[in-house]
């Protein structure tokens, strides 16, 4: 157990550390802080111009979507990364159990997509004049850590179909907008075509968004607690999902030679 | 006893042609390959590029499964026992790739330490070691991308060595590698032997399989077509003879024609700028001069010569039998 908690601790940080591009400040601060910074004022007064929906609503949606900058370019990076570098092959080779390998990169990334998440959070009660009650403040925190498990989970399974795809970057941006328009990030999910909001029921954010926009008009937790358990379930169900299709496509590597370009 | 042991071993490979109408082809990578190795031995698998050497390497240390066929590494099946296989084994490859290159030399081995379960505390006392071994000490601080190619491929040397396994396969690990780094490689290979391990070495340079290796298997097209010591391999050809003709512009044809001469075994060509060198094996007891220029009637010959057979050109002759 020590052996997997250490593969999965350690061996993820300095995995992260060498697979994620944007590691360096010049390109984490502006992709990182930069775009969902942008992203917030955009949509916040975009949303204000057409009045469609009140302030927070926008606040909130997208500074918990962010944490997908992350979540998805990040996770999709540190496991497919690994065979494009060259690295795929050494790491099969090994005897590591692949669910502490595969697990473990999930931590630094959703430790960055609670930053990138918090970061936007400040931003927008600075500049927008955000304003939550201090006592939602804590429940928020919660929603917003299950969110971005939920997310980073997604992420998962994005890289593991980065590492059978060969563009996986652009499946990786189709996620992100994807997650944008289907999530109920700016537009109700109610207001969507049908089957758009029940694609988006499917995907990570939708609840967690959901949940932190009432926690943060004042809702208890206890109100929001369905919201919550459906997100972490969602969460559950796609880390297993790319945990079963990384493990899948190994076994593929060895009957069939799928992943063998390394 | 026996730490390697191959049986038979095949490999096919599926993919597809056609632009439009795709239709599936299988490649036979492997075929048939049996060779067994002891322990403490230095092998080698010698051939050109694409004669199966890396694919039979990857059925060994468990990254492909054989399509028929037994391997067997320190007695255990690389199908059914894979990962306890893959904890007693090292792998290296040649190459630029295969390194966290934003990383520094210290953290690709910590990481790999990590994944082979060596403990925190045997870490460090083991990281400092193979980096002394492998001559990186007072650069493992340094990232990898500024490594040059002779310092990522001791890297990788290194991060194969690094959970003190009992058998280590190298996969071409001097490739694209400068001559005096590639000798440096050498020694690091040699030092392994002398520290008890056993080693099956891939390469395509003869030289470098003449210096180091214990016992040779020769492979071509998916086939071993030659096995035994460097010296057995030499003396496979040391009664014959090699004529060694410059020529320009001469075709398949020609080739083929050359190849049919009585007493001649085989007939390579070297591309030479704007001449073609053709080296010819013949028969000791003759002398072929004569009818090999008789078939080059029309050609313009340039330089003749006649010599000793090398251990390169055994190799050709094996390798070249089976054309």
Redesign the interface.
């Known amino acids: 157990m020590r ?1 997997w908690l ?2 999965f601790f ?2 993820g940080s ?2 992260y ?3 994620f591009n944007w ?1 360096r400040p010049a390109m984490y601060i502006p992709t990182m802080l930069g775009s969902p910074l942008f992203q917030l004022i955009f949509f916040t007064k975009l949303g204000q111009f057409a009045q469609a929906q009140s302030r927070d609503f926008y606040i909130v949606g997208n500074s918990v979507q962010v944490c997908a900058m992350s979540s998805v370019y990040g996770m999709t990076m540190a496991v497919a990364n690994e065979r494009w ?3 795929l ?8 159990n692949r669910a502490a ?1 595969f697990l473990g990169r999930g931590m630094p990334v959703l430790a960055n997509g609670l930053l990138v998440s918090a970061f936007t959070f400040v931003a927008g009660t600075l500049l927008l004049g955000f304003r939550p009650g201090l006592a939602a403040v804590p429940a928020l925190a919660l929603v917003v850590v299950v969110t971005v498990v939920s997310c980073t989970a997604f992420g998962m399974l994005l890289g593991s179909i980065g590492l059978r795809a060969k563009d996986f970057f652009f499946a990786a941006n189709l996620a992100y907008f994807l997650m944008l328009l289907f999530c109920g990030v700016n537009i109700p999910l109610d207001e969507l075509p049908g089957w758009m909001s029940a694609v988006g029921r499917c995907l990570p954010l939708t609840h967690g968004i959901a949940a932190a926009r009432e926690v943060a008009a004042g809702a208890s937790l206890l109100h929001v607690w369905g919201l919550v358990l459906t997100e972490l379930g969602i969460a559950a169900a796609y880390a297993a999902a790319g945990l079963a299709l990384f493990r899948v496509l190994e076994h593929e ?5 799928v992943l ?1 370009a ?1 | 006893m026996l730490v390697i042991e191959a049986v038979d071993l095949r490999r096919t ?2 993919t597809t042609t056609g632009v439009i109408r795709r239709r599936p082809l299988d490649v036979e990578a492997v075929r048939g390959v049996s060779f067994a190795v002891e322990q403490g031995e230095l092998f080698g698998l010698l051939g050109p590029n694409g004669a199966g050497k890396t694919t039979t390497i990857k059925m060994l ?5 054989p399509t028929s066929g037994d391997a067997r590494v320190l007695g255990m099946d690389v199908v059914s026992q894979a ?2 296989v ?2 007693r084994i090292g ?1 290296v ?1 040649g ?1 630029d ?7 520094s030399a210290r ?2 081995l ?3 330490a ?4 060596v403990s ?1 505390k045997a870490q460090r006392t083991r990281i400092d070691e193979v980096l002394e071994l492998v001559g990186l000490k007072g650069r493992e601080q340094e990232r990898v991308e500024g490594y040059s190619r002779g310092m990522r491929q001791r890297l990788h040397i290194a ?1 194969g060595i690094l959970h003190d396994p009992e058998v280590v396969f190298l996969d071409e690990p001097t490739i694209g590698v400068d001559p005096v780094g590639a000798r440096e490689l050498r020694q690091t290979i040699a030092d392994l032997i002398a520290a008890g391990k056993t080693v099956l070495l891939t390469t395509h340079y003869m030289f470098e399989a003449d210096a180091l290796c214990d016992r040779i298997a020769v492979i071509a097209k998916g086939e071993i077509v030659g096995e035994g010591t460097p010296a057995a391999l030499k003396a496979g050809v040391a009664e014959g003879r090699v004529t060694e003709i410059e020529v320009f512009g001469v075709d398949d044809g020609v080739l083929s024609r050359l190849r049919v001469v009585d007493g001649v075994r085989a007939v390579t060509v070297e591309e030479r700028d704007q001449k073609q060198l053709l080296v010819v094996q013949c028969a000791a007891d003759r002398e072929l001069t004569a009818p090999l220029l008789a078939q080059l009637d029309g050609f313009e010959v340039g330089r003749v010569t006649s010599r000793e057979p090398t251990l390169e050109d055994a190799y050709v002759a094996l390798v070249g039998a089976g054309d």
């Open positions: 052996r250490t593969v350690v061996g300095i995995a550390r060498g697979l590691i570098f060259g690295t092959g050494p790491l099969l080779a090994s005897p590591a390998v590597s060895r009957r069939s030679a063998d390394y | 490979y599926r240390i468990t990254l492909l499964l990962r306890d893959r904890k792998y490859f190459g790739r295969g390194l966290y290159e934003r990383l953290d690709n910590r990481y790999f990590e994944l082979y379960g925190g991060r």
